[in-house]
Protein backbone atom coordinates (compact mmCIF):
# COMPACT_ATOMS: atom_id res chain seq x y z
CA UNK A 1 0.00 0.00 0.00
CA UNK A 2 1.21 3.78 -0.82
CA UNK A 3 -0.01 6.72 1.04
CA UNK A 4 -3.43 7.89 -0.23
CA UNK A 5 -3.74 11.62 -0.17
CA UNK A 6 -7.16 13.16 0.09
CA UNK A 7 -7.09 16.80 -0.94
CA UNK A 8 -8.03 20.05 -2.97
CA UNK A 9 -5.64 21.57 -5.06
CA UNK A 10 -6.62 24.97 -4.69
CA UNK A 11 -6.41 24.16 -0.66
CA UNK A 12 -2.85 25.86 0.38
CA UNK A 13 -3.08 22.87 3.40
CA UNK A 14 -3.35 20.14 0.94
CA UNK A 15 -0.66 21.22 -1.52
CA UNK A 16 1.92 21.89 1.96
CA UNK A 17 0.81 17.77 2.08
CA UNK A 18 1.68 17.12 -1.76
CA UNK A 19 4.79 19.43 -1.96
CA UNK A 20 6.38 17.49 0.92
CA UNK A 21 5.53 14.40 -0.56
CA UNK A 22 7.00 15.37 -3.58
CA UNK A 23 10.17 16.63 -1.64
CA UNK A 24 10.74 13.79 -0.23
CA UNK A 25 10.13 11.37 -2.97
CA UNK A 26 7.22 9.55 -1.05
CA UNK A 27 4.60 7.38 -3.47
CA UNK A 28 1.40 8.12 -3.42
CA UNK A 29 -2.17 8.11 -4.42
CA UNK A 30 -3.97 11.50 -4.77
CA UNK A 31 -7.81 11.49 -4.63
CA UNK A 32 -9.61 14.83 -5.40
CA UNK A 33 -11.93 16.31 -3.15
CA UNK A 34 -13.75 19.13 -4.11
CA UNK A 35 -14.48 21.07 -1.20
CA UNK A 36 -16.27 24.30 -3.19
CA UNK A 37 -18.60 21.63 -3.86
CA UNK A 38 -19.19 19.91 -0.57
CA UNK A 39 -16.55 16.75 -1.72
CA UNK A 40 -15.21 16.98 2.24
CA UNK A 41 -18.87 16.43 3.39
CA UNK A 42 -20.06 13.44 1.77
CA UNK A 43 -20.54 10.11 4.37
CA UNK A 44 -17.77 8.21 2.82
CA UNK A 45 -15.01 10.83 3.40
CA UNK A 46 -16.79 11.93 7.02
CA UNK A 47 -16.29 8.06 7.48
CA UNK A 48 -12.27 9.14 7.28
CA UNK A 49 -12.55 12.50 8.37
CA UNK A 50 -15.34 13.24 11.29
CA UNK A 51 -14.45 16.79 10.90
CA UNK A 52 -15.09 16.88 7.09
CA UNK A 53 -11.85 18.76 6.36
CA UNK A 54 -8.96 18.30 4.06
CA UNK A 55 -6.21 17.32 3.61
CA UNK A 56 -6.80 13.90 5.14
CA UNK A 57 -4.79 10.67 4.22
CA UNK A 58 -4.21 6.93 4.91
CA UNK A 59 -0.75 5.67 5.90
CA UNK A 60 0.69 2.09 4.09
CA UNK A 61 -0.88 0.83 7.33
CA UNK A 62 -4.20 1.39 6.99
CA UNK A 63 -4.63 4.23 9.51
CA UNK A 64 -6.05 7.34 9.05
CA UNK A 65 -4.21 10.84 9.64
CA UNK A 66 -5.86 14.68 9.67
CA UNK A 67 -4.50 18.53 10.18
CA UNK A 68 -2.04 19.35 7.51
CA UNK A 69 1.12 20.11 9.41
CA UNK A 70 0.25 17.30 11.51
CA UNK A 71 0.39 15.01 8.41
CA UNK A 72 3.61 16.77 6.86
CA UNK A 73 5.64 16.35 10.54
CA UNK A 74 4.63 12.79 10.38
CA UNK A 75 5.57 12.28 6.56
CA UNK A 76 9.13 14.16 7.49
CA UNK A 77 9.95 12.58 10.73
CA UNK A 78 13.77 11.74 10.21
CA UNK A 79 14.98 14.02 7.33
CA UNK A 80 16.37 17.50 7.21
CA UNK A 81 12.84 19.11 6.45
CA UNK A 82 12.99 18.69 10.50
CA UNK A 83 15.59 20.34 12.51
CA UNK A 84 17.60 17.97 14.75
CA UNK A 85 18.82 20.82 16.63
CA UNK A 86 15.64 20.81 19.38
CA UNK A 87 15.71 24.54 19.70
CA UNK A 88 15.82 25.19 16.11
CA UNK A 89 13.01 22.35 15.93
CA UNK A 90 10.79 24.13 18.44
CA UNK A 91 10.97 27.39 16.50
CA UNK A 92 9.99 25.48 13.42
CA UNK A 93 7.12 24.27 15.54
CA UNK A 94 6.46 27.97 16.77
CA UNK A 95 5.61 29.28 13.10
CA UNK A 96 3.28 26.33 12.49
CA UNK A 97 1.21 26.94 15.27
CA UNK A 98 1.67 30.55 14.30
CA UNK A 99 0.52 29.65 10.71
CA UNK A 100 -2.68 28.27 11.93
CA UNK A 101 -3.91 31.14 14.75
CA UNK A 102 -2.68 34.39 13.31
CA UNK A 103 -1.78 33.39 9.43
CA UNK A 104 -4.06 31.24 7.58
CA UNK A 105 -7.08 32.37 9.20
CA UNK A 106 -7.02 35.81 7.57
CA UNK A 107 -4.85 35.44 4.52
CA UNK A 108 -6.18 32.11 3.12
CA UNK A 109 -10.19 33.04 4.37
CA UNK A 110 -9.60 36.34 2.79
CA UNK A 111 -8.78 34.56 -0.40
CA UNK A 112 -11.35 31.85 0.05
CA UNK A 113 -13.79 35.03 0.32
CA UNK A 114 -12.52 36.82 -2.84
CA UNK A 115 -11.22 34.20 -5.71
CA UNK A 116 -14.26 31.33 -4.84
CA UNK A 117 -17.14 33.22 -3.30
CA UNK A 118 -16.11 36.36 -5.76
CA UNK A 119 -16.52 38.73 -2.94
CA UNK A 120 -15.07 42.12 -3.92
CA UNK A 121 -11.98 42.32 -1.93
CA UNK A 122 -13.41 45.87 -0.82
CA UNK A 123 -16.59 44.39 1.48
CA UNK A 124 -13.92 42.17 3.20
CA UNK A 125 -14.01 42.35 6.96
CA UNK A 126 -11.54 45.29 8.07
CA UNK A 127 -10.70 43.13 10.86
CA UNK A 128 -9.93 40.40 8.53
CA UNK A 129 -7.45 42.59 6.00
CA UNK A 130 -5.85 44.47 8.71
CA UNK A 131 -4.87 41.01 10.65
CA UNK A 132 -3.59 39.51 7.26
CA UNK A 133 -1.54 42.42 6.96
CA UNK A 134 -0.20 42.24 10.50
CA UNK A 135 0.85 38.90 9.55
CA UNK A 136 2.63 39.91 6.76
CA UNK A 137 4.46 41.89 8.42
CA UNK A 138 5.36 39.93 10.76
CA UNK A 139 6.51 37.44 8.07
CA UNK A 140 9.07 40.87 6.36
CA UNK A 141 10.27 41.36 9.45
CA UNK A 142 11.64 37.30 10.10
CA UNK A 143 12.16 36.66 6.25
CA UNK A 144 14.24 40.21 5.97
CA UNK A 145 15.97 39.00 9.27
CA UNK A 146 16.93 35.40 7.70
CA UNK A 147 16.91 32.98 4.60
CA UNK A 148 14.58 30.30 6.22
CA UNK A 149 12.15 30.50 9.34
CA UNK A 150 14.16 28.09 11.29
CA UNK A 151 17.54 27.76 10.98
CA UNK A 152 19.81 28.23 7.69
CA UNK A 153 18.08 25.71 5.48
CA UNK A 154 14.02 25.17 4.31
CA UNK A 155 12.35 23.35 6.80
CA UNK A 156 8.67 22.39 7.13
CA UNK A 157 8.10 26.11 8.82
CA UNK A 158 8.74 27.52 5.27
CA UNK A 159 6.71 24.94 3.34
CA UNK A 160 3.48 26.03 5.70
CA UNK A 161 3.85 29.98 5.55
CA UNK A 162 4.61 30.07 1.73
CA UNK A 163 1.25 27.83 0.67
CA UNK A 164 -1.24 30.81 1.36
CA UNK A 165 1.38 33.58 1.61
CA UNK A 166 2.17 32.99 -2.56
CA UNK A 167 -0.92 33.44 -3.68
CA UNK A 168 -2.26 36.28 -0.80
CA UNK A 169 -2.63 38.81 -3.62
CA UNK A 170 -5.73 36.23 -4.54
CA UNK A 171 -7.10 37.75 -1.14
CA UNK A 172 -6.46 41.11 -2.05
CA UNK A 173 -3.19 41.45 -0.36
CA UNK A 174 -0.67 43.23 -2.04
CA UNK A 175 2.78 41.97 -1.59
CA UNK A 176 4.22 44.89 -3.41
CA UNK A 177 5.33 46.05 0.30
CA UNK A 178 6.94 43.18 1.67
CA UNK A 179 10.64 42.72 -0.67
CA UNK A 180 11.59 40.37 2.18
CA UNK A 181 8.53 38.04 1.47
CA UNK A 182 8.95 37.81 -2.01
CA UNK A 183 12.38 37.24 -1.93
CA UNK A 184 11.86 34.22 0.39
CA UNK A 185 8.74 33.09 -1.59
CA UNK A 186 11.02 33.10 -4.91
CA UNK A 187 13.41 31.17 -2.59
CA UNK A 188 11.04 28.14 -0.90
CA UNK A 189 9.41 27.76 -3.92
CA UNK A 190 12.77 27.40 -5.93
CA UNK A 191 13.60 24.36 -3.18
CA UNK A 192 10.43 22.82 -3.94
CA UNK A 193 10.77 23.25 -6.98
CA UNK A 194 7.79 25.12 -7.52
CA UNK A 195 8.76 28.32 -9.09
CA UNK A 196 6.75 29.20 -12.18
CA UNK A 197 3.91 26.44 -11.02
Same mark, same amino acid.
Given at each position: ???????????? *??? $?? $?? @???? !?? /??? &???????? $???? &???? =????????? /??? /? @????? &??? %??? *????????? +??????????????????? =???????????? @? #?? =??????? $????????????? +?????????? %??????? !???? &?????????? #?????????? =??? +?????????? #?? /???????? +??
Amino acid at each position: MTLTIYGDLVSG *NCL $KV $KW @VADY !LG /VAY &RWIDVDVV $KGGA &RTPG =FLDLHPDGQ /VPA /V @VLPDG &RAL %AQS *NAIIFHLAE +GTDLIPADPYDRAVMLKWQ =FWEQYSHEPYIA @V #AR =FQVKYLV $KPAASLDPKLVER +GYAALGRLEG %ATAASDY !LAGD &RLTLADVSLV #AYTRVADEGG =FDL +GSYPAVRTWI #AR /VEQALGLA +GR
